[in-house]
Nanobody
C-alpha cells in the first residue's frame, strides 16, 4: 500500500511558477512509474506529465513549461510549473505505479490573469 501526500498548490499570477510535490510512504513498495494529472472544474481529468524510468511524456499544452522529476532517496516526485497561464487552473493529482496505480488527494492550483 502506498500513501501519497501532495503539497505546493495555491494561487499564482499568470507568468509565475509553482512547484508541486508528492511524497510517497508505505512499506514494501517499488515505484516504477509516476505521473501528474489535472482536472479543471467541470471537466475531465487529463494527463499532464508522466515519467517511466528516464522517459518523460508531456501534454502538448505544457511542453516546454512544466518539468516532471523524482527524488528516489526522498520518495518524492515533483512538477515544476513555469510560465503559468490561467488555463492551467485545475485540481492537480499525483499518481504512482507500484503494482497498481495510487493517487494523491488532489490540490488546487489557481492562476490569475
Amino acid at each position: 500500500q502506498v500513501q501519497l501526500v501532495e503539497s505546493g498548490g495555491g494561487l499564482v499570477e499568470a507568468g509565475g511558477s509553482l512547484r508541486l510535490s508528492c511524497a510517497a510512504s508505505g512499506s514494501g513498495f517499488s515505484i516504477n512509474a509516476i505521473g501528474w494529472y489535472r482536472q479543471p472544474q467541470g471537466k475531465e481529468r487529463d494527463l499532464v506529465a508522466t515519467m517511466i524510468g528516464a522517459s518523460t511524456n508531456y501534454a502538448d499544452s505544457v511542453k516546454g513549461r512544466f518539468i516532471i522529476s523524482r527524488d528516489n532517496a526522498k520518495n518524492t516526485m515533483y512538477l515544476q510549473m513555469n510560465s503559468l497561464k490561467p488555463e492551467d487552473t485545475a485540481v492537480y493529482y499525483c499518481t504512482v505505479r507500484s503494482g497498481r496505480w495510487y493517487w494523491g488527494q488532489g490540490m488546487q492550483v489557481t492562476v490569475s490573469s
